[in-house]
């Protein structure tokens, strides 16, 4: 069946690191990619997405490019900020299963100013 | 717009009660989904329904059950409480049912402590 991989944290870097959170999935037909956070106390709220191979998800200083060859939709970002500690989930919606959508196990991300 | 709303926001039981969450999604959009959030397992998927019908259903026993309302207003029950039922449970909410990027809105939650 349908799966996504994501490193598991915590990961912890230092303000105005780069950042990679790896993720990949496993998928039968071709399913539409996204990246949602949590901060702290909240729920999940869409970060970005990608809906065909080669599209490139971005918003908020970050991105995530969808690669087919690979089965990867790793979510990257230039520089971080304390702000951006929070818990990153990778996630697939696959058309051939009703949409129904998979997340990733979560990646706890921890800034340090 | 208002956004996808839980209540209650917290709530304490004790083992063998029941509890019932409700959530109400965004105005016009009609599927509902829910999950329960845990550290040890993560984000599990509950159920999905859309006008008024469950449409896909996780791995839960059977004291865990839902229904959707004709204003899209959602509930779900869990019945005969455990320990292990002590979990941050999402209501998430989207346009519709094969949109191809199925984008869902997720309320704050509602956690459930059961002693």
């Known amino acids: 069946g349908d799966s996504v991989t994501q490193m598991e944290g915590p990961v912890t870097l230092s303000e105005e690191a780069f950042l990679t959170i790896n993720c990949t999935y496993t998928a039968t037909g071709y399913p539409s990619l996204f990246w949602y956070v949590q901060y702290p106390g909240e729920g999940l709220q869409l970060l970005l997405k990608a809906t065909k191979a080669d599209d490139k998800g971005s918003n908020k200083g970050f991105e995530a490019t969808y690669r087919k060859e690979t089965t990867s939709f790793h979510l990257e970002k230039g520089s971080v900020q304390v702000s951006d500690s929070a818990v990153y989930f990778c996630?697939?919606?696959?058309?051939?299963?009703?949409?129904?959508?998979?997340f990733g196990k979560g990646t706890r991300l921890h800034i340090l100013p | 717009k208002a956004g996808v709303t839980q209540t209650p926001r917290y709530l304490i039981k004790t083992r063998g009660q029941q509890v019932t969450l409700s959530c109400s999604p965004i105005s016009g959009h009609r599927s509902v989904s829910w999950y329960q959030q845990t550290p040890g397992q993560g984000l599990q998927f509950l159920f999905e329904?859309?006008?008024?019908?469950?449409?896909n259903k996780g791995n839960f026993p059977g004291r865990f059950s839902g229904r959707q309302f004709s204003n899209s207003r959602s509930e779900m029950n869990v019945s005969t409480l455990e320990l292990g039922d002590s979990a941050l449970y999402l209501c998430?909410?989207?346009?519709?049912?094969?949109?191809?990027?199925?984008?869902?809105?997720f309320g704050a939650g509602s956690r459930l402590t059961v002693l």
């Open positions: 996630a697939l919606s696959d058309r051939n299963r009703d949409d129904k959508i998979i």
């Open positions: 329904y859309f006008s008024e019908t469950q449409r």
């Open positions: 998430a909410s989207s346009l519709a049912l094969g949109s191809g990027a199925n984008v869902l809105t």
